[in-house]
């Protein structure tokens, strides 16, 4: 038997009814619709913050880039004008690897190059030298180099020095020999003449006098190297130490000449010196050679024996341009009168010198 079917009002109340089916989804529809927007529009603002803080962000990290920079290039210039200001300009500077030295300084495979780093592993590896120092490149390099060794090995005076007071011998050249030509006496770079000339030796004499007495006397080893650090930083009191040696090597050519001329037996060095041209007598050699050192040469072979048997040291000398020949070591003076201490240089050109370090 067939259902019975419902009449349309009885239908329609059903659907009328809260409950019903279709009014529930579209109720859901709604409030998935609200949500939706809702969180559109929550996202397009929190997309805009977003995008503004990283905007400003990315700004603000430029702008402190930029800063950063800019500070940055500011300090370092500050440091470097401190540095040149304040730091000592030294004139020896610090030990450094003999080996590391030569790899730095000699590149490449020219025939010097080669040359030089075999003559480096010569001293390296036979004569143990392990470091060195290197010495400001002037006109002054040889008498600093000596002269350095001398005060941080603590060295004592030369015996004829302890006899007599090299202070007065200025006036002794003056007075006793007759030697006015001294007035033409230049001191390096400064074309300095005139009866004051005198006067201004004392007082380099003096200096390296007083200098030479106060570094003999400290027995500590570091203590004398910091005072060196000290001294060979003041240009100006080098200056006058060095015309002090040359003001003493033309003392000991004049006390030679004057020997020679009595027919007094002189060292071979000497002989050998007058009978140069250009060194016959003192005024010559003055005139012709040791008034250009210091402003436009050095010393001079001839010269590195005469400041030798000045101070009483012997002067040894690696001469790396000579490797592999007879001349690669030489000693100034050749052979030392007496048991003298021996300093060690190191030139890669005759023309300028280092100092070695054991």
């Given amino acids: 038997m067939a259902a019975r079917r419902s009449p349309p009002r009885a239908r329609a109340r059903a659907l009328e009814r809260p409950g019903a089916p279709g009014a529930g989804n579209d109720q859901v529809h709604s409030w998935t619709l609200l949500t939706s927007h809702a969180l559109d ?35 370092r210039w500050w440091i470097g004008y401190l540095q040149r200001k304040f730091k000592r300009n030294l004139s020896v500077e610090a030990e450094v690897d003999l080996l590391s030295y030569c790899a730095r300084e000699w590149k490449g495979d020219t025939p010097r190059a080669k040359l030089m780093r075999k003559a480096y ?51 002794k050249l003056l007075f006793s020999q007759g030697c006015n030509w ?28 007083t200098q030479w007495t106060d570094f003999s006397g400290i027995k500590d080893y570091h203590k004398r190297g910091s005072r060196c650090n000290i001294l060979f930083s003041d240009a100006i009191l080098e200056y006058k130490l060095y ?73 040894k000398v690696f001469r790396l341009l000579k490797f592999n020949s007879r001349d690669f070591e030489v000693c100034y003076p050749e052979e030392p009168l007496r048991d003298w201490p021996e300093i060690s240089l190191l030139t890669e050109d005759d023309l300028h010198y280092h100092v070695p370090v054991f």
């Fill in 41 to 75: 529009a929550a996202w397009r603002l929190a997309r805009g913050s977003v995008m503004v803080a990283v905007s400003l962000l990315a700004a603000a990290l430029c702008y402190f880039r930029r800063l950063h920079l800019y500070l940055g290039h500011r300090l």
């Fill in 182 to 209: 001294l007035q033409q006496y230049s001191f390096g770079p400064e074309k300095y003449t005139g009866s004051n000339v005198f006067g201004k030796l004392r007082k380099c004499v003096d200096l390296l006098k």
């Fill in 121 to 171: 592993e010569e001293l390296f590896w036979r004569r143990h030298i392990k470091c060195v120092r290197q010495v400001k490149k002037d006109h002054y390099d040889a008498l600093r180099s000596v002269l350095f060794q001398i005060f941080s090995h603590g060295l004592s005076f030369p015996s004829w020095m302890k006899e007599k007071d090299i202070v007065k011998l200025p006036e």
């Fill in 243 to 315: 015309e002090a040696l040359k003001f003493i090597m033309l003392y000991q050519v004049t006390e030679a000449y004057e020997q020679m001329k009595m027919k007094k037996a002189i060292p071979s060095l000497f002989r050998l010196l007058f009978s140069r041209e250009t060194s016959a007598d003192p005024l010559s050699f003055m005139m012709n050679h040791l008034n250009s050192v210091g402003d436009t040469c050095g010393l001079e072979q001839i010269d590195m024996f005469i400041l030798g048997f000045a101070l009483e040291v012997k002067i």
